[in-house]
């Protein structure tokens, strides 16, 4: 991806419009990400699980990046990739390195400050929908990334270190959540702010609630096995998109 390759630019944003179907995939790709992973790194030799997702996680991102449009099950897929290769990201940081939750969410978060910062610099805007150029889709990615792996790492703090266990975590961030949501609807407050916002919240809301359908009870959770729950999930996210890729097709041929 050399130089001419980032000063690409494509007729409309390659990011869908946020709407009802945009959050309840987004939501359930963030579950299906962590209940994946989850699955993954204990059933399988997890530098391998990781090493293996890292590839997949490369080659799906590619082809979202080299498409010359916004294409549903492209954008989608990649979408999916990110939440199970963020999560183990994260994942890895703490298990692997012994990094405290506390760091890796604080490192996290200053990560994803420099990639705001970088972007704004560069492009003078973060709104979703000025993403019209290869460059500002890889600053846009950039983001999604980061904010995965800060969302995991923000759930397992609360989670773990701070004792509230799953449900608590999740009930604390769908509080969360309600925040930037009724700061745009009520206040009409900066649109592109409080879309980040819950952006990143998305993230512990559906890793929370894939804990604690997954985890077993001694921990928490239900018991129902990350597995099943990831498998379910994945059927739900497809349930959702494939009606939204359907009526894009259909625009195009008309």
Known sequence: MGPRWTTRRFRASKV????????TAKLLSTAMGESTSDYLVHRFNPELAVLSVAVVFVVVLANQLYAPRYLVGAYWAAVVLVGVFG???ADVAHVAFHVPYVVSAGSFALILAAVFVSWYRTE???SIHSV????????????VVTTFALGTAVGDLTAYTLGL??????????????VPALAFSLWRLNAVACFWAAYVLTRPVGASIADYLGKAKDVGGLNLGAGKVALVLTGAIVAVVAPRAQRVARSRRT
């Open 16 to 23: 869908p419009d946020v709407d009802a179907t945009f959050w």
């Open 165 to 178: 266990g799953y449900l608590r975590s999740f009930a604390l961030f769908v509080g969360a959540i309600l």
């Open 132 to 143: 019209v150029t290869a460059r500002r889709e890889l600053f846009y990615w950039a983001a």
């Open 124 to 126: 003078g805007t973060l």
């Open 87 to 89: 999560t183990m990201c």
